[in-house]
């Protein structure tokens, strides 16, 4: 029994591990998905603030505040993956980011992706878009890019969310602009 348990349970474990790479490549294959990795490259520091929320831990917190906002759980438990990273951009080459910032809004421009915010003022670059289902919909991912001249920010928002959600978060959160979003206008 214990030479079973001995090669068992490792065995098991090891088994699991390609499932969880293999469902980090499907949300990478997930119509909302965007890979920033060429401007972490350029930064090339760490950001200051990182953050990944992937399925498991986003599903942790839709039990955990089902009981006390089922419309923000009902929200969270559509996201795959959630991407936050902040970095200072004192330490890195802003106009460099910029630029490739805007090779990655041509590429989601291509990939029909929707812009919904574009600035470009002083030292603001701002892009936010949002991947919309062929009927708009359903949500698959927000995309938003923003450089200054005191922090790079980038967000990656990987989910099914419809635009009932978004009003719902809106609501919760007094985000009026969310509350009255339309993004099929007709």
Known sequence: MKILKRFLLPMGLISIIPLTMAADNDVENHPGYVDFSVIRAIANTEPNVEMSLKTP????????????????????????????????????????????????????????????????????????????????QIIHGIAIMVAESSETVMVNIVGDIST??????????????????????Q
């Open 57 to 136: 831990l986003l599903n942790m917190i839709t039990n955990l505040i089902r009981n006390e906002d089922v419309e923000a759980a009902d929200f969270i438990s559509k996201l795959l993956r959630v991407t936050v990273n902040v970095f200072e951009s004192s330490s890195i080459d802003i106009d460099e980011v910029a630029g490739s910032m805007t090779a990655i809004a041509e590429d989601l421009d291509n990939q029909g992706w929707e812009r919904v915010v574009r600035v470009r003022e002083d030292q603001s670059h701002v892009d936010i878009y949002f991947r919309l289902s062929d009927d708009t």
């Open 164 to 185: 009932d959600d978004l009003s719902a978060l809106g609501r919760r959160f007094d985000i009026d602009e969310l509350v009255d979003i339309d993004v099929n206008p």
